[in-house]
């Protein structure tokens, strides 16, 4: 079990990895699009369309690594507000609600991603892509956060401190 949990763990940091290596290509990508418009060219087809892709693959592979480390964005003005026990069961239920969107946006996603795939939808921009290419993040990604948010549900760990303001 300990090496499932190691393999786990070492996918959900390397899709968080690629995110960041997404984000990278979108700084050199948008660099290179100003510097290229300025100089008076053209920027390439593909670097349009490639930093639209990276965005959604960012945005996607990263999601389940910040639901682990609890970087996504929420506000504490209620849950500190509220006494520890009462605190942990609405922290709980969060959890909970956020799994069930999780879960419904993997099987929807999953859905369009086989639709892609038998009805061959391409998208069409600059170039002809597979679609699934970009859907199939959504099943993976949302399936993983559901993973990761059952965890505020079922583990020790609460999704919420209970202490408002910013703490960094």
């Not at 003005?77 to 799994?99: D, E, I, K, Q």
């Not at 990604?141 to 079922?154: H, K, N, P, Q, T």
């Amino acid at each position: 079990m300990e090496l499932i949990g190691k393999l786990y763990r070492g996918f959900l940091y390397t899709m968080a990895g690629i995110a960041g290596v997404m984000l990278v290509w979108l700084m050199f990508s948008v660099i290179t699009s100003v510097v290229m418009r300025n100089a008076g060219l053209q920027p390439f087809a593909w670097l349009f369309t490639s930093s639209e892709y990276a965005i959604l693959y960012m945005t996607m592979l990263g999601a389940p690594w910040l639901v682990r480390e609890k970087g996504h964005v929420h506000i504490e003005l209620v849950t500190a507000a509220l006494p520890g026990r009462m605190r942990r069961m609405v922290s709980r239920m969060v959890a909970a609600l956020c799994v069930v969107v999780s879960v419904i946006l993997a099987w929807k996603g999953a859905e369009l991603f086989v639709g892609n795939i038998a009805r061959n939808d391409l998208d069409v921009r600059a170039y002809y892509f597979p679609k699934w290419i970009l859907t199939v993040t959504f099943p993976i990604s949302f399936g993983l956060m559901a993973i990761e948010f059952s965890r505020f549900v079922f583990g020790d760990d609460l999704m919420h401190s209970g202490e408002a303001g910013i703490h960094e």
